[in-house]
């Protein structure tokens, strides 16, 4: 179980759990902690924001997941407006070297899911405050 950050700590660093563990990620290039959040945390996260039990929060990740999943796995792209896109992509076979001997290897077709995020995801992810959206002309909204 997640405790929730204490007012002041900062979005990197240790995370704290009931049991006195935490969970950081230590990346080799730079000397810095990285946060890592995990599966169970967004459903504790999602269970507290909707006011509902762990495991309806952890059954509507797990349709979500699936249905994802699904859905790439039959080569339909995932859009979620505002959010992103997910979709799968084939790479060709082609030859690369292994980085520790120079031996030429021989790497095959796989089909690979790429990620694009969302112009206002990307906004959010640098901080910067989200575009306003224009109304029609009029002020209302175009009835169809």
């Known amino acids: 179980m997640w405790i929730s950050r204490l007012?002041?700590?900062?979005?990197?660093?240790?995370?704290?759990?009931?049991d006195g563990c935490c969970h950081t990620r230590r990346t080799s290039t730079k000397n810095t902690e990285q946060r890592t959040m995990r599966k169970a945390?967004?459903?504790?996260?999602?269970a507290q924001e909707l006011g509902s039990t762990t495991a309806k929060a952890e059954a509507a990740v797990e349709a979500i997941l699936t249905t994802i999943k699904a859905s790439l796995q039959q080569g339909e792209p995932v859009i979620l407006r505002r959010f992103g896109t997910w979709q799968v992509r084939a790479k060709r076979a082609r030859v690369g070297r292994n980085p520790k001997t120079g031996a030429a290897a021989a790497i095959p077709a796989r089909r690979?899911?790429?990620?694009?995020?969302?112009?206002?995801?990307?906004?959010?992810?640098?901080?910067a405050a989200p575009p306003?959206?224009?109304?029609?002309?009029?002020?209302?909204?175009?009835?169809?």
Do not use: N
């Open 132 to 144: 306003r959206r224009k109304s029609p002309p009029g002020g209302g909204h175009r009835l169809r």
């Open 41 to 46: 945390e967004m459903v504790q996260r999602i």
């Open 112 to 127: 690979v899911v790429r990620f694009r995020a969302g112009q206002l995801f990307k906004q959010a992810v640098a901080g």
């Open 7 to 18: 007012p002041g700590e900062e979005r990197t660093g240790d995370v704290h759990r009931v």
